[in-house]
């Protein structure tokens, strides 16, 4: 399976220093790894994975990137006036039936997206962007 860089990858992988930059094809071999010219980058379900590299399995890796790190970035505590705020928000997304598959269940109090997230159909991507709110703009500059 292919992987996309979706953030230039500028350091220390399995297989020494790395610097591989955005819209760089990766292959994800069976041991789980993701290998760049031949040399073992990191694990796939890891969170360097996450952060720099997308699932490309339907060719819109880019795309998917960019909506799970909107996602992201739209939940960070800073984007909140107040923890009140922050929690109510957060209410929403703990009762939706397809978030839940997206959490880490072994997390009972605190929410982790796990790796089925940065591999998800585009629409529910799509899906959970609308709940949480991202605005377009966000969208386009991730």
């Known amino acids: 399976m292919q992987y996309v860089t979706i953030k230039h990858f500028k350091r220390r992988g399995i ?49 998917r990137g960019k909506l799970s790190h909107a996602i992201i970035e739209v939940l960070e505590p800073k984007n909140f006036d107040s923890p009140q705020e922050r929690n109510e928000f957060w209410k929403k997304i703990w ?15 605190y929410w982790l997206w796990n790796d089925d997230f940065f591999n998800a159909p585009i629409e529910d991507l799509e899906y959970i962007v609308e709940l949480v709110g991202v605005k377009k703009g966000l969208l386009e500059n991730v």
Not at 17 to 42: A, S, T
Not at 95 to 103: G, H, V
């Open 15 to 63: 297989g020494g220093n790395f610097n591989i930059h955005y819209g760089k094809f990766l292959e994800l071999h069976e041991d789980g790894i993701l290998y760049y010219d031949g040399k073992q980058v990191c694990v796939a379900r890891s969170a360097a994975a996450h952060e720099y590299f997308a699932c490309n399995y339907d060719g819109q890796g880019f795309y």
């Open 95 to 109: 009762k939706d039936d397809l978030t839940q598959k997206y959490r880490r269940p072994e997390h009972l109090d």
